[in-house]
Nanobody
């Protein structure tokens, strides 16, 4: 059974930092591209960052220079380090695992950015 589980969300003040983690099981992790999306109620889910099986990264313009995605194939985890957080970063953050044939999504973790 495939599981994708996020952790690390929570309330953070503007300007603060937070690190999200995602653990995937039931897949050959190193074969999958991994990534993070986020969604605000009433809006479409938007890409935040992705990392390929080879380690190449891609970021939304809104988070470039502030967020860093990384993966640990030995631990089957992907992380998202978020710095200089803004109220506009408030969303539910979803982790996903993507292969040529199938995608798997986590349940999401909430990140409210507020003073």
């Amino acid at each position: 059974q495939v599981q994708v589980v996020e952790s690390g969300g929570g309330l953070v003040q503007p300007g603060g930092s937070l690190r999200l983690s995602c653990a995937a099981s039931g897949i050959i992790f190193s074969f999958y591209a991994m990534g993070w999306y986020r969604q605000v109620p009433g809006k479409q889910r938007e890409l935040v960052a992705t990392i390929t099986d080879g380690g190449s990264t891609n970021y939304a313009d809104s988070v470039k220079g502030r967020f860093t995605i990384s993966r640990d194939n030995a631990k089957n985890t992907v992380s998202l380090q978020m710095n200089s957080l803004k109220p506009g970063d408030t969303a539910v953050y979803y982790c996903y695992a993507k292969s040529t044939y199938v995608d798997y999504w986590g349940q999401g973790t909430q990140v409210p950015v507020s003073s």
